[in-house]
């Protein structure tokens, strides 16, 4: 059986990655998740896996040496796939070396301690043994927003902010692990992703919350920057075909060419809310565009996004699946399922960010 080490599995897209791979592979699999929970790690959103015998959880920092080193001791790991870091910008620009400790120096951790457990007496590595950095798409910067332009593989690195700088530095130090030792792995590079479980600082779940509670949507700047959104469970799809069907030591760009202004996003929520909400759901008079507002801009807030997602589709056959406007339904449909999710997310600590951040 394959032993997979997924690391922040507990935040959004890992635990998303992991149900998708328990769907696809049951009991074929095992999945070894090691997250340090921070604010953004919660192990409600694996309530429906935790009992699989299939499935063991383990509280570490990425950045403890020695704890990872014992995982992969104490496990015979055949695939790790890294999603932990810290994963949000506006955070970033508040306190960026949390994001240097985890994103960069809890990279390399995982690269050793992979290849110290990986590698043969001849430098060469086991067989079979994958390494899948996840990373982002805002490491190659900003697009000009009136030009066709979009990020390929080869796009230079240009990140702008403290996250994609970290995001930035964490690929460079797997492109030299495998220039250097051959070290096995591949890096993905995705846009925005969206979905269930998407914790409310960002963009989407915080405008599906407010509006819902009736407080004021917080618009950056002109609300025209552009991102190039994905359903997260596309995403979870696409690493598995790369690490089933790529090419070792390749990059992989991920996006579904659904490129939308912020604010034509609020927009498409605001009319799905109203259209999914009751008749008779207090909550309906209150969803509305007077909601909006336009607040100081992000600083260094990159104006658009859009991958090119040519070299997935043609050589791995990935394709998105899900229309944004289904997509949308979808989440929302989520909200309104798991409003206990999002009562337990949004109190603490999220009470304290969201003074500091919005209420100046
Ligand atoms: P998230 O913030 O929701 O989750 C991050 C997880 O990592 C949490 O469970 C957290 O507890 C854990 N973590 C943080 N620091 C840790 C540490 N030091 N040790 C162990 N665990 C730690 O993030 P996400 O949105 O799910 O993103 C996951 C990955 O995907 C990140 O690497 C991010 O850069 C990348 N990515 C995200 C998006 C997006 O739109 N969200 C798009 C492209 C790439
Ligand atoms: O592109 C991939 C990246 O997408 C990932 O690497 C990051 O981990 C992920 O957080 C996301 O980064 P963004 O900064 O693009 O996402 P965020 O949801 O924070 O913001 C999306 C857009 O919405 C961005 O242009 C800023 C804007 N925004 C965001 C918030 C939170 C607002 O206008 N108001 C807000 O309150």
Same mark, same amino acid.
């Given at each position: 059986?394959?032993?997979?080490?997924?690391?922040g599995?507990? =935040?959004?897209?890992?635990?998303?990655?992991?149900?998708?791979?328990?769907? /696809?592979?049951?009991?074929?699999?095992?999945?070894?998740?090691?997250?340090?929970?921070?604010?953004?790690?919660?192990?409600?959103? +694996?309530?429906?896996?935790e009992k %699989?015998?299939?499935?063991?959880?383990?509280?570490?920092?990425?950045?403890d040496?020695e704890?990872?080193?014992?995982?992969?001791?104490?496990?015979?790991?055949?695939?790790?796939? @890294?999603?932990?870091?810290?994963? @949000?910008?506006?955070?970033?620009? %508040?306190?960026p070396e949390?994001?240097?400790?985890?994103?960069?120096?809890?990279?390399?951790?995982? +690269?050793?301690c992979?290849?110290?457990?990986?590698?043969l007496?001849?430098?060469?590595? %086991?067989e079979?043994?994958?390494?899948? @950095?996840?990373?982002?798409?805002?490491?190659?910067?900003?697009?000009?927003?009136?030009?066709?332009?979009?990020?390929?593989?080869t796009?230079?690195?240009?990140? !702008?902010?403290?996250?994609?700088?970290s /995001?930035?530095?964490?690929?460079?130090l797997?492109?030299a692990?495998?220039?250097?030792y051959?070290?096995?792995?591949?890096?993905?590079?995705?846009?925005?992703n969206?979905g269930?479980?998407?914790?409310?600082?960002?963009?989407i779940? +915080?405008?599906? !919350?407010?509006?819902?509670?009736?407080?004021?949507?917080?618009?950056?700047g002109? =609300? /025209?920057?552009?991102?190039?959104?994905?359903?997260?469970e596309? @995403?979870?799809k696409?690493?598995?075909?790369v690490?089933?069907?790529?090419?070792?030591?390749?990059?992989?760009?991920?996006?579904? !060419?659904?490129?939308?202004?912020?604010?034509?996003?609020? !927009?498409?929520?605001?009319?799905?809310?109203?259209?999914?909400?009751?008749?008779?759901?207090?909550?309906?008079?209150?969803?509305?565009?007077? +909601?909006?507002?336009?607040?100081?801009?992000?600083?260094?807030?990159?104006?658009?996004?859009?991958?090119?997602?040519? /070299?997935?589709?043609?050589?791995?056959?990935?394709?998105?699946?899900?229309?944004?406007?289904?997509?949308?339904?979808?989440?929302?449909?989520?909200?309104?399922?798991?409003?206990?999710?999002?009562?337990?997310?949004?109190? =603490?600590?999220?009470?304290?960010?969201?003074?500091?951040?919005?209420?100046?």
């Open positions: 059986m394959r032993t997979y080490l997924v690391t599995g507990a =935040g959004f897209i890992g635990s998303n990655y992991i149900h998708y791979m328990f769907r /696809k592979y049951c009991d074929e699999i095992r999945i070894i998740n090691v997250d340090a929970l921070t604010y953004a790690g919660n192990l409600e959103n +694996l309530k429906d896996v %699989r015998p299939n499935y063991t959880f383990i509280r570490a920092d990425i950045c040496k704890a990872i080193a014992r995982v992969f001791e104490e496990n015979d790991i055949d695939r790790v796939v @890294h999603f932990a870091a810290e994963s @949000h910008v506006d955070r970033s620009i %508040r306190t949390i994001f240097v400790q985890t994103n960069v120096l809890g990279t390399a951790v995982m +690269l050793n992979a290849k110290a457990a990986w590698e007496p001849d430098g060469s590595f %086991r079979n043994k994958k390494f899948l @950095h996840v990373s982002t798409d805002e490491v190659y910067g900003s697009l000009p927003e009136d030009d066709n332009a979009f990020f390929y593989e796009t230079p690195y240009d990140p !702008h902010s403290p996250y994609s700088a /995001k930035a530095a964490s690929d460079m797997v492109k692990y495998m220039d250097t051959r070290f096995p792995a591949n890096i993905t590079n995705c846009s925005n969206y269930p479980y998407q914790f409310p600082e960002k963009f779940p +915080l405008m599906i !919350h407010n509006a819902l509670e009736g407080k004021k949507l917080p618009v950056y002109d =609300g /025209k920057n552009v991102r190039d959104w994905l359903y997260v596309d @995403h979870a696409a690493i598995d075909m690490q089933e069907q790529g090419k070792l030591f390749e990059t992989y760009n991920i996006g579904g !060419h659904n490129e939308k202004q912020n604010i034509e996003i609020l !927009h498409i929520i605001l009319e799905t809310l109203r259209d999914m909400l009751p008749d008779d759901d207090p909550r309906k008079a209150h969803v509305n565009e007077g +909601l909006i507002s336009y607040v100081e801009d992000r600083k260094g807030h990159d104006r658009r996004y859009a991958i090119a997602p040519d /070299k997935i589709r043609t050589q791995i056959g990935w394709e998105p699946e899900t229309m944004f406007r289904d997509g949308i339904r979808k989440t929302i449909q989520w909200f309104f399922e798991n409003e206990e999710w999002m009562k337990n997310a949004t109190s =603490g600590d999220y009470q304290k960010y969201y003074r500091e951040m919005y209420e100046k």
